[in-house]
């Protein structure tokens, strides 16, 4: 589709008359809604999610004024917590892998496909395993040492690699924690895949830990990072099925197939504007 397209997100408490106002909104300046999905929590009270999808070719004011006049018409009325994005401005994502490349690739391939509504900048790694596979991409890749005595300093060397660059950091496979300053400057902007099916299972060798329960599936998670480590709201998940047969390399090798599905369809979910935050959940319009 080439016409301009912008998308609207909005959060607010639920109340009759919302969609009548926006609708009417972007009506009369001339708006065509081309995609429209909601979600309320409570039927009586609860909190109310939209995302709509419009043509902008035909409204009357530049699209900045048309922000400010639906600040001021629709969303201070209702109390909307709301952002406004335009589909041609593609977001700039960064990429953070250790040795792993499962993850890291598929991302890489979603986007060199035309699958990835956004653009790979950049590939940080605190080894230089990955260097050749990505530079294959023509993707920038950046060796960042990171270990217990440098911490702090290779943040910071991510972090003025990072400045102005990113939109949205993706930790594909990233053996190291980060601390809560990184994960504050990228707010709802640092999406994670975690080994197993949350939150059974966080923390390390989660494989192992499936595998010394006994379980009969394993699965993968994708989710926002916060200070809490693996207990960010979570945006995407997947399982497969294992048995008494399966050993931990099994259970790894069937999980890495997840890992790789799992991130992409969160980066992708999240590049396209469906994803809005609430609390420690998401409302994910897939």
Known sequence: MTDPRAILLVRCPDRPGIIAAISAFLFRHGANVIDFEQHSTDDDGGVYFT?????????????????????????RPFGMDWRLAVVSERKRVAVLASRHDHALLELLWTWKRGDLRADVTQVISNHPDLR????????????????????????????????????LVVLARYMQIVSAGFVARFKDRLINIHHSFLPAFAGADPYRQAYDRGVKIVGATAHYVTEVLDAGPIIEQDVGRVSHRDDVED????????????????????????????????????
């Open 51 to 75: 995302r709509l999808e419009f043509q902008t070719g035909g409204i009357d004011l530049p699209l900045d004024d048309l922000q400010r006049a639906f600040a001021l018409d629709v969303a």
């Open 132 to 167: 050749q596979a990505v530079e294959g991409f023509g993707v920038p890749f950046v060796h960042v040492p990171n270990d217990k005595d440098r911490r702090a300093e290779a943040e910071r060397e991510m972090l003025a690699l990072l400045e102005g660059q990113a939109d």
């Open 251 to 286: 259970l790894k090798h069937l999980g890495r197939d997840l890992e790789r599905r799992v991130l992409a369809r969160a980066v992708r979910w999240h590049c396209e504007d469906r994803v809005i935050v609430h609390g420690n959940k998401t409302v994910v319009f897939s």
